[in-house]
């Protein structure tokens, strides 16, 4: 640790105090937020106790949302004059750069039609190809090999397992538009210690899937019903090592799907039934949080959320 350029009056061996937070440092992004965070609510708005990064401001006029990751703002509402107030205040106190109607947002395309917001990550998912040198590959139509049993061979390790690490690590940004490649992700995510030929043999084939639908992503419906509807599915135990099973679900807002997971249990279930008990469980906070989040944006709900399962025997413990 040292002095920075023009601070020659203190002593040798000495640091100054800081009064105030620096760019760089490891407490900075927080102080940032709490500044302001602490500034949207001095201006009347809400902080979402379900997202914490989500503001929310109710008039008789209108509804205004603010969704914040570090320094990006996205800016919505029913209401343009307060649109135009929050923009002004804002530029004020932070001096803002307004980019315009969304189209582009942390790797998100977003495309507005009367129809609906379709939501995909083309350019990322091109970028990710260029990276491996897979632009020229054949297309695949299913996103994983077959056979999954290489997958657990103790031998034939990377030399180096960081590309393969920098490559999970994109494709697991990938999915929050690609909920079909969800569980092949999390799969190949549990091997980043010791990654194998085996397991880059499989990223392979997930780039190849890619290249076939590179504009794939979420569609969310001008017209759809307001209403909740949840799947939920458990494997079990399909890890040989370790014999825990895998939660997945998806969760529909009418037509729309608006949440999903592909998770290994924490625990190991001795019961096909307690698997799917637990991806139960797991669904239902998942769609309890989204009732909290909707109600935070101000849509009504349509009805009781509607949850699909396949085993009797866990719908006879839920519904004791």
């Known amino acids: 640790m040292q002095l920075p350029p023009g601070m020659n009056t203190c002593k040798e061996g000495l640091v100054c105090k800081l009064t105030k937070s620096l760019y760089g440092l490891k407490q900075a992004s927080r102080q940032w937020f709490e500044k302001l965070s602490s500034y949207l609510i001095s201006v009347k708005y809400s902080q979402s106790k379900s997202d914490h990064s989500l503001f929310t401001k109710r008039t008789a006029t209108g509804f205004t949302a603010l969704l914040v990751y570090v320094d990006d703002i996205v800016l919505t509402g029913n209401s343009m004059e307060e649109i135009n107030h929050i923009k002004e205040l804002s530029h004020k106190k932070f001096r803002i ?24 990550q ?22 994983f090999l077959r056979d999954t049993s290489t997958l657990y061979k103790e031998d034939n390790y990377l030399a180096n397992p960081e590309s393969y690490r920098r490559l999970i690590g994109k494709l697991l940004y990938l999915t929050n538009t690609r909920p079909d490649l969800c569980f092949t992700v999390n799969l190949l995510s549990q091997s980043m210690q010791s990654p194998t030929h085996y397991h880059y043999q499989a990223i392979q084939h997930i780039l190849r899937y890619i290249k076939s639908s590179p504009s794939e992503g979420l569609f969310f419906a001008a017209n759809s019903p307001k209403q909740l509807k949840a799947f939920s599915d458990s494997d079990w135990p399909t890890c ?13 807002l009418g037509s729309s799907l608006i949440s999903w997971k592909s998770k290994k249990q924490k625990t190991v279930s001795r019961s096909s039934t307690k698997a799917e008990y637990r991806a139960l469980a ?3 906070c998942e769609i309890q949080w989204l009732h ?7 849509i009504e709900e349509v009805g009781v959320p509607i949850l699909y399962y396949d085993n009797r025997s866990a719908r006879h413990i839920a519904h004791n």
Request: net charge positive.
């Open 122 to 143: 083309r350019k990322y998912a091109l970028d990710i190809l260029e990276e491996t040198g897979m632009q020229g590959c054949k297309p695949s139509s299913t996103p």
């Open 282 to 284: 797991a669904t239902v």
């Open 292 to 298: 909290y989040l909707l109600q935070d944006f101000q």
């Open 240 to 252: 040989p090592n370790t014999r825990r099973s895998t939660t997945g679900f998806c969760v529909f």
């Open 97 to 120: 750069k307004d980019l315009g109607e969304l189209k582009y947002f942390l790797g998100l395309e977003v495309a507005r039609s009367k129809e609906g917001i379709h939501l995909c």
